[in-house]
C-alpha cells in the first residue's frame, strides 16, 4: 500500500535560517509526490510537485524539495525562513491503488518560524 | 477563478441530525474529490467525481454518506443521522485531467462539530 510518513510532529527555525521538512514514502511504482501548507482555519495551499524529471523541483514561496530515489525522501526545504512561513506541512502521494489517483497525506509537520 | 468554495464554512448539529455540505470547484475542472481532516492528521480520501460519475468510494464512507455531483459542477456530500465521530474537517478538492495536471486545488472546508 502507499503511503508518506512525515518522522517530525514539529520543526522550529530561526527566522533567517534555512528551513527542512521531512518526508518519506512508500509506493508500488513511480512516484507522484506533492506539498501542501495548511495555514489556520484554512484549507490546503498547492506547493509543489515531482511528477518526473530534475530532482530539485521549486515551487511557491521560495520553497523547493528534492527528490531522492535511493533514500525514498522528498524534503522540502527553503533557504531563508519567514515568520509568515508558519503553518501546518503535508506531503501526499498519489495513490496507485485507486482508480483516479486520489491524494494519500503524511499526518504534517507543523512549522514554528521564530523572529 | 474563484477557487474551490465551500459552504457552510462551520456547522454544529446535534447527534442523529442529518447536515449536507456544498463544494463549488474551479469552474473548468472535471474532477472533484472530498476528504475528511480530523485533529492532527492529514485529509483522508472519502470519494471521487470524474464529472457527474461517482467513480470511487473509500471504505470510510460508511452508508449514512452520500455524495452527488448532478450536473458535473457543483457537489454535495450529505451525512444522515450523524455521529459525534463525524466531528471532522470536510475538505473538496478539484482537478483538471490533462499531462501533468495531478495536483488538486483545496477549498477552505467545511468544519462538522456534532454535539
Known amino acids: 500500500a502507499q503511503s508518506v510518513a512525515q518522522p517530525e510532529d514539529q520543526v522550529n527555525v530561526a527566522e533567517g535560517n534555512p528551513l527542512t521538512v521531512k518526508c518519506t514514502y512508500s509506493v508500488s511504482g513511480n512516484p507522484y509526490l506533492f506539498w501542501y501548507v495548511q495555514y489556520p482555519n484554512r484549507g490546503l495551499q498547492f506547493l509543489l510537485k515531482y511528477i518526473t524529471g530534475d530532482n530539485l523541483v521549486k515551487g511557491s514561496y521560495g520553497f523547493e524539495a528534492e527528490f531522492n530515489k535511493s533514500q525514498t525522501s522528498f524534503h522540502l526545504k527553503k533557504p531563508s525562513a519567514l515568520v509568515s512561513d508558519s503553518a501546518l506541512y503535508f506531503c501526499?502521494?498519489?495513490?496507485?491503488?485507486?482508480?483516479?489517483?486520489?491524494?494519500?497525506f503524511g499526518k504534517g509537520t507543523k512549522l514554528s518560524v521564530k523572529p | 477563478d474563484t477557487g474551490v468554495s465551500q459552504d457552510p464554512r462551520h456547522k454544529i448539529t446535534k447527534r442523529g441530525q442529518n447536515v449536507t455540505f456544498r463544494c463549488d470547484p474551479i469552474?473548468?475542472?472535471?474532477?472533484l474529490y472530498w476528504y475528511r481532516q480530523t485533529l492532527g492528521q492529514g485529509p483522508e480520501f472519502l470519494t471521487y467525481f470524474q464529472n457527474e460519475a461517482q467513480l470511487e468510494k473509500s471504505r470510510l464512507l460508511s452508508d449514512r454518506f452520500s455524495a452527488e455531483r448532478p450536473k458535473g459542477s457543483f457537489s454535495t456530500l450529505e451525512i444522515q443521522r450523524t455521529e459525534q465521530g463525524d466531528s471532522a474537517m470536510y475538505l473538496c478538492?478539484?482537478?483538471?485531467?490533462?499531462?501533468?495536471?495531478?495536483?488538486?486545488?483545496f477549498g477552505p472546508g467545511t468544519r462538522l462539530t456534532v454535539t
Open positions: 469552474s473548468e475542472h472535471n474532477r
Open positions: 501526499a502521494v498519489r495513490d496507485y491503488g485507486g482508480s483516479q489517483g486520489n491524494l494519500i
Open positions: 478538492a478539484s482537478s483538471l485531467t490533462g499531462q501533468g495536471n495531478y495536483e488538486q486545488y
